[in-house]
């Protein structure tokens, strides 16, 4: 398995922008699929955007449709970290936000993802 830990969370007014990292370690990072996941208080965890490994040093990211535009996933694999842009934040995307690793490509389903960072707390006032 890798270990996750996610950085980056904080306060911020609606309409900024905040930058979310998540760095993993152990064997074979490059082979997972990554993903961001949060959770809002009273809410099931809801995917936000993933890469797989699709061969050689080629990815493939996807989005939820609902942080199409807004939310931009990266991925750094010199650096074991995943990172993901967030602009125009809204109070509604205040929530944990969450790295998760899983060995399934193309998957968005929190059930598939084997490891889970302690997550990260964004908070948008208004």
């Known amino acids: 398995q890798v270990q996750l830990v996610e950085s980056g969370g904080g306060l911020v007014q609606a309409g900024d922008s905040l930058r979310l990292a998540c760095v993993g370690s152990?064997?074979?990072?490059?082979?997972?699929?990554m993903g961001w996941f949060r959770q809002a208080p009273g809410k099931e965890r809801e995917f936000l955007a993933a890469?797989?490994?699709?061969?050689?040093?080629?990815?493939?990211?996807y989005y939820a449709d609902s942080v199409k535009g807004r939310f931009f996933y990266s991925r750094d694999n010199a650096k074991n970290t995943i990172y993901l842009q967030m602009i125009l934040l809204k109070p509604e995307d205040t929530a944990v936000y969450y790295c998760?690793?899983?060995?399934?490509?193309?998957?968005?389903?929190?059930?598939?993802?084997?490891?889970w960072g302690q997550g990260t707390q964004v908070t948008v006032s208004s």
């Open positions: 998760a690793a899983s060995r399934r490509p193309n998957t968005r389903v929190d059930d598939m993802y084997d490891s």
């Open positions: 152990g064997r074979s990072f490059s082979t997972y699929t």
């Open positions: 890469s797989t490994w699709t061969g050689g040093s080629t990815y493939s990211a």
